[in-house]
């Protein structure tokens, strides 16, 4: 069965620092991977994506996340943190039925 | 272009009572998905319509239904409102592609006293 993990819940780091959020997914064939951004109270706005190519994706507001088949992974990673980065993250793999199977995500909180 | 958009933006309803929850878009895609999101369990898949005139049910379709009225409309229906349908649900549309970006709307936050 398709399924997606995020193993951390809540993510705390220092202004400046550097991230990576964790993502492993269950698929038989090629993934189609995506990763979501949540602003509280907010929809949903798509980071990156991932289809097929170079395994490094980049993404908007500075995001990148590198696709590992072999680890079935594919961690999201952003060099500097902002404080208007905090929010909660998803990871998506796309399904059979054209829909999204998410990740229960990973909210982040950052330190001045 | 206003994208996915959904009304209401929130909603109190007591158990029994129904309401219809509305999306609509203006991308011209063809497929159209509704999701629940619930505190630490992610969006789950209601239903989704593939394309106009056909719908299909998704993880948790269980006391909802669904009409995909035009290309750009979807609503969904909760014809006798539970406490466990209180959540948070968001509409979202897509190309006909599996690789395409999916896009969300606001979110309607429905709570079932």
């Known amino acids: 069965a398709q399924s997606v993990t995020q193993p951390d819940i809540h993510i705390t780091v220092s202004e400046g620092a550097s991230l990576e959020l964790r993502c492993n997914y269950s698929?038989?064939?090629?993934?189609?991977l995506f990763w979501y951004v949540q602003s509280p109270g907010q929809g949903l706005q798509l980071l990156l994506k991932y289809f097929s190519g170079d395994t490094l994706v980049q993404g908007i507001k500075g995001f990148e996340a590198e696709f590992k088949r072999s680890q079935s992974s594919f961690n999201l990673r952003k060099p500097s943190v902002h404080w208007s980065d905090a929010a909660e993250y998803f990871c998506a793999v796309g399904g059979s039925q054209g829909n999204l199977i998410f990740g229960k995500g990973t909210k982040l909180s950052v330190k001045p | 272009n206003a994208g996915v958009t959904q009304t209401p933006k929130f909603q109190v309803l007591k158990t029994g009572q129904s309401m219809t929850l509305q999306c609509a878009q203006d991308?011209?895609?063809?497929?159209m998905y509704w999701y629940r999101q619930d505190p630490g369990m992610g969006l789950r898949l209601i239903y989704y319509?593939?394309?106009?005139?056909?719908?299909d049910k998704g993880e948790v379709p269980n006391g909802y239904n669904v009409s995909r009225l035009n290309k750009r409309e979807f609503s969904l229906r909760l014809e006798s409102a539970a406490p466990s349908q209180t959540s948070v649900y968001f509409c979202?549309?897509?190309?006909?592609?599996?690789?395409?970006?999916?896009?969300f709307g606001p979110g309607t936050r429905l709570l079932v006293l």
């Open positions: 979202a549309s897509s190309g006909r592609d599996r690789s395409e970006t999916q896009y």
């Open positions: 319509s593939a394309s106009e005139g056909t719908t």
């Open positions: 698929y038989g064939a090629t993934p189609y």
């Open positions: 991308m011209n895609h063809n497929s």
